[in-house]
């Protein structure tokens, strides 16, 4: 005998709506309500059950209602069906009441085979009244609700609240608008990151058949990644300590921008920051020269000149007062000094000069004294004119004497840096005002720690370094990148990270500007964000390193997706990360989150009406999740597909009480994290010290200290 549609919809039937507003439904259930299992959906499922799924007729179908909240109600009369029992007396009665967020509808497609087929759509467009039925969803209407959505092609995990139905998502939707992944220390982030990456890269080399044509970034500060992903062919490793398989981490002091070399430094605004801006440019731009003549010397030393001349004419300095005129007089006779005749000038070019140092000469003459008359404009114009032709005759051109661009990434030396600053200063007659910048900058070129990092290999290329970094032409060389940040100096740690983020979005760009609008998706991933992307006061005078740092990933989050640059980011202190970031992910992976300041940052940044499912966050077990936001049809809780141990970073809790128990041996020799730490070889130390001790008094002087 079968069951006509009409009589299997009521005995699915739970309750009648109560009460109805636009972000709240509330349902009084029937006393004949299961209230642990119910047993008439097919296959035995809890209810009521916080954040499960109940349906409500309406004109699309159905409407998707997700529990809120269930309570009891103390009633006088007891509800009943039929009048059976009229006349009876009654006792005062508990009924059972429940709140349900309106999620979206539910629609029948009609049948596939042996089975319905249903779709779900985020947002509802008609709502219930009061008294319409409330129904259990099916095992099929509810995989149907959770399994949602197009190109669901990465499975992730499985919904315990939906009969255990896959858990999908389009890679697209999570990666291109970016991705936050929350929750407290030891909730399982770190196994959700690498665990998306590789499910991921298998999803899409199980439909191409081959090596997928990926590009994953993991900057990593702990050093917990360097073995998840060898077993997934090249993988590229980077590190501060080269080993068999970790290549040395090189960002060359040539890839620094202006602003980063400015907050390294801590250049001041007003006089450091303009002469190290000048001494980029100058030394970016004799890094390409082949063959250096003379004349090619001073053609660019005359451009210097030019440069360093605008900046005073629109600075105003030689006309300002007497103190400013002095000032503008002996930079006129330094710059005569270095005007300086060779034998391989043409004769044409010896003439030039030598107007040039009339014209300078006689300018002078005309503001003897040490505290000389103003100059005026006029006489600033003709020696910029005089300059400019001089320049003319040793080669330059217009375009050649505008100022070279201080951040396009062109090859040069650390000392090349700090010769062409203290050349620089001296024309620019700031030379006293530079120091504390000279000093920062010899800093990183003596500092060991730095300096192997920072130096970069000679045969170190651009093209080969986005290639190692980003990854090479349709992958070929892997696609995963693995930066461990973990012994990089904290001194430049933020500097590091930014220059590897802000190369690879402008790598990016100009990809998909030279490939008429096509990008080349990249996912950027940032372990420890708050760390790196925290919060910072807008202090326009005086960014430091971390506020720099800050900026490039808010630039990202701002601009990333259009040059195919996702983001991914993982932390435990939501409420520190910059609100720019947060605001421009659309997709959220919420684990365990008890800090209350976090929990209320949460509630505030996702749009959808979810306060019943966020207040899980403070009790979701380990390996839960709740994916939300762009990248789900629906919140939804997850439990995330598990990672063998060789697969999972290396955030384990520390096993304090095996090591007590002497169940695991832990040996420790200070001495050699000592000779580590100190950079120095235990066997030389030894023997240092032996020579040490045989030497005298008077072989002190040789001893190289």
């Known amino acids: ?108 497609e009609g049948r596939r085979g042996e089975s319905d087929e249903f779709s779900f759509k985020r947002g509802v467009e008609s709502y219930p009244t009061v008294g319409d039925p409330v129904l259990l969803p099916t095992e099929v209407q509810l995989r149907s609700i959770v399994e949602s959505g197009d190109n669901r092609h990465v499975k992730i995990g499985t919904s315990p609240l939906a009969a255990n139905a896959e858990v999908c998502v389009d890679p697209d939707r999570l990666f291109g608008r970016h991705l936050a992944v929350l929750g407290n220390t030891g909730s399982g982030k770190s196994c959700s990151v690498a665990g998306l990456i590789r499910w991921s890269l298998e999803a899409a080399k199980k439909k191409s058949g081959v090596n997928p044509n990926a590009r994953f970034i993991v900057l990593d500060p702990n050093g917990e990644y360097a073995n998840t992903f060898k077993d997934m062919g090249d993988v590229r490793v ?36 303009p002469t190290l801006i000048q001494s980029l440019r100058s030394v970016r731009d004799g890094s390409l020269a082949t063959a250096v003549t003379p004349s090619h010397e001073m053609r660019r030393y005359l451009r210097t000149l030019i440069s360093a001349l605008l900046m005073d004419r629109n600075s105003g300095n030689p006309w300002k007062g007497p103190g400013p005129a002095k000032g503008f007089s002996e930079k006129l006779a330094e710059w005569k000094k270095c005007l300086i005749k060779d034998a391989s000038f043409s004769t044409e070019e010896d003439e030039a000069l030598d107007n040039l140092l009339i014209h300078i000469d006689n300018l002078n003459s005309e503001h003897p004294g040490p505290w000389p008359k103003v100059f005026n404009l006029g006489e600033v114009e003709a020696l910029l004119n005089m300059l400019s032709e001089t320049h003319s005759v040793f080669g330059g051109s217009d375009t050649d004497a505008l100022p070279v661009d201080a951040d396009v990434p062109r090859a040069f030396t650390g000392d090349q840096l700090l010769r062409s600053v203290e050349a620089n200063a001296e024309l620019l007659n700031v030379s006293e005002f530079v120091e504390t910048m000279l000093m920062r900058i010899r800093t990183i070129l003596s500092d060991s720690r730095m300096k192997n990092i920072t130096s970069g290999l000679e045969d170190t290329t651009l093209d080969g370094w ?193 090591v007590w128990s002497g169940e695991s041996a832990r040996n420790v020799d200070w001495k050699e994290i000592a000779s580590d730490w100190q950079q120095v070889q235990t066997s030389d130390t030894d023997d240092d010290t032996e020579d040490l001790i045989g030497r005298t008094d008077e072989d002190d002087t040789d001893i190289p200290f």
Not at 566 to 583: D, H, I, K, Y
Request: proline share 7%; with cysteine; charged share 20%.
């Open 1 to 108: 005998m079968t069951v006509s549609p009409q009589a299997y919809a009521d005995s699915l039937r739970i309750g009648t709506v109560d009460f109805v507003s636009p972000d709240e439904v509330k349902v009084l259930l029937d006393i004949e309500t299961p209230d642990a299992v119910a047993l008439n959906t097919g296959m035995p499922r809890p209810f009521p059950r916080i954040n499960g799924y109940v349906l409500i007729p309406s004109d699309q179908g159905h409407l998707v209602a997700q529990v809120e909240w269930i309570t009891i109600e103390r009633s006088q009369y007891p509800k009943r069906k039929g009048m059976q029992d009229f006349g009876l007396v009654d006792l005062p009665y508990p009924l059972r009441k429940m709140s349900l967020n309106p999620l979206g509808s539910l629609v029948y």
């Open 238 to 273: 980077f590190a501060v300590e080269s080993s068999e398989s970790v290549e040395q981490l090189q960002v060359p002091l040539w890839f620094w921008n202006s602003t980063e070399w400015g907050a390294f430094t801590q250049a001041s605004a007003k006089t450091q920051r």
């Open 466 to 658: 986005l290639a190692d970094y980003i990854g090479g032409n349709q992958a070929a060389n892997g696609s995963v990148t693995v930066i461990d940040l973990s012994l990089v100096p904290a001194e430049v740690v933020h500097i590091i990270t930014a220059v590897v983020a802000r190369m690879t979005l402008e790598a990016l760009q100009r990809y998909r500007n030279l490939n008429k609008g096509k990008t080349l998706p990249t996912a950027l991933v940032m372990e420890e964000a708050h760390t790196f992307i925290r919060r910072y006061s807008d202090d326009a005078e005086n960014q430091n390193s971390a506020a720099i740092c800050c900026q490039v990933f808010e630039k990202i989050a701002r601009e990333g997706r259009k040059f195919g640059l996702g983001l991914v980011l993982s932390s435990q202190r939501p409420s520190e990360l910059s609100p720019t970031v947060l605001s421009q992910c659309n997709s959220y992976l919420l684990h365990r989150i008890s800090n209350d300041r976090d929990q209320d940052l949460v509630h505030k940044l996702v749009p959808d009406n979810l306060r019943g499912l966020l207040r899980d966050l403070p009790s979701l077990p380990s390996q839960h999740a709740i994916l939300l936001g762009w990248a789900s049809e629906l919140p939804v809780l997850v439990k995330m597909n598990g990672l063998r141990a060789e697969h999972r970073p290396k955030s384990d809790d520390p096993d304090f009480w095996s």
